[in-house]
């Protein structure tokens, strides 16, 4: 099993033991999205030293600030997304969840590493910003030629066609096992099978509430995706994985 997205860097895990206990729930590829590039260099170093494991670049919208995207902040940026280890951009997009978001920074922030992103498949992060992402996305798709990943995908039927028609792959995580998350679970079961991907966002978003979550509760999603489908849990399993080498080339 794949977990397309997670958080390691300065979230308090303890390994090796972490990393055995993910292991031993069968989950063999874990890609750790990065929100900082400090965070983004803790995530190459640990990616490569584990075996499965893989890492994003990118800085998250609630880190946007005046003066960010200067010449050393793209090196460093481009240095990291060459390395056989990252897989892709992300997560970057649009937050509108706190008060008086910059939004104009947000935007701005999204499009500089889109166009870094240099072919490499992006994660995006859209959260209350479902018109303004589309509407960045539709304005530059030629920047998405590596396609790129809705991640924890929470905005109900009704725009997934939307996303779908741009190219999108869909990961959905512990949220699709709260009983009354009824819009994600109906987006589950709507997403075509070739563009379903399952996250945990360890260690935010437990399928176990009031619990941090892990990578090795990735088993529990993907069973609540394959019940949402109507198919077997190893009819999920293998289409996962297979979408999943399909948006990530670099999973090899």
Not at 13 to 29: D, L, M, Q
Not at 92 to 98: A, F, K, R, V
Not at 119 to 136: F, K
Request: aromatic share 10%; hydrophobic share 40%.
């Amino acid at each position: 099993m794949i977990d397309v997205h997670a958080h390691f860097a300065e979230e308090g895990y303890e390994f090796p033991a972490e990393w055995e206990k993910i292991k031993a729930a069968g989950v063999n590829t874990v890609i750790l999205a990065s929100d900082t590039l400090s965070h983004a260099r803790w995530h190459a170093g640990f990616a490569k030293t584990h075996n499965g494991c893989r890492f994003t670049v990118g800085i998250h919208p609630s880190e946007a600030k005046e003066g960010l995207i200067k010449a050393a902040f793209k090196d460093e940026f481009c240095a990291l997304s060459a390395m056989p280890e990252c897989v892709a951009v992300g997560e970057i997009g649009l937050d509108y969840h706190y008060p008086d978001p910059d939004r104009r920074l947000q935007w701005r922030l999204m499009i500089d590493q889109l166009e870094l992103a240099d072919g490499l498949p992006v994660e995006i992060h859209s959260r209350d910003a479902c018109a303004d992402t589309l509407a960045i996305l539709k304005e530059h798709k030629s920047l998405l030629g590596g396609g790129f990943l809705m991640h924890c995908y929470c905005y109900g039927r009704e725009n997934l066609d939307a996303f779908l028609e741009l190219g999108a792959y869909f990961s959905f995580g512990g949220v699709v096992c709260f009983k009354n998350a009824r819009r994600v679970a109906e987006s589950a079961a709507a997403c075509p099978m070739e563009r379903i991907l399952s996250e945990t966002d360890s260690p935010y978003l437990s399928p176990f509430r009031g619990e941090k979550n892990t990578p090795a509760n990735t088993p529990v999603i993907v069973e609540r995706l394959a019940a949402l489908k109507g198919v077997e849990r190893r009819e999920m399993v293998e289409a996962i994985r297979a979408n999943a080498r399909a948006l990530f080339p670099k999973l090899g």
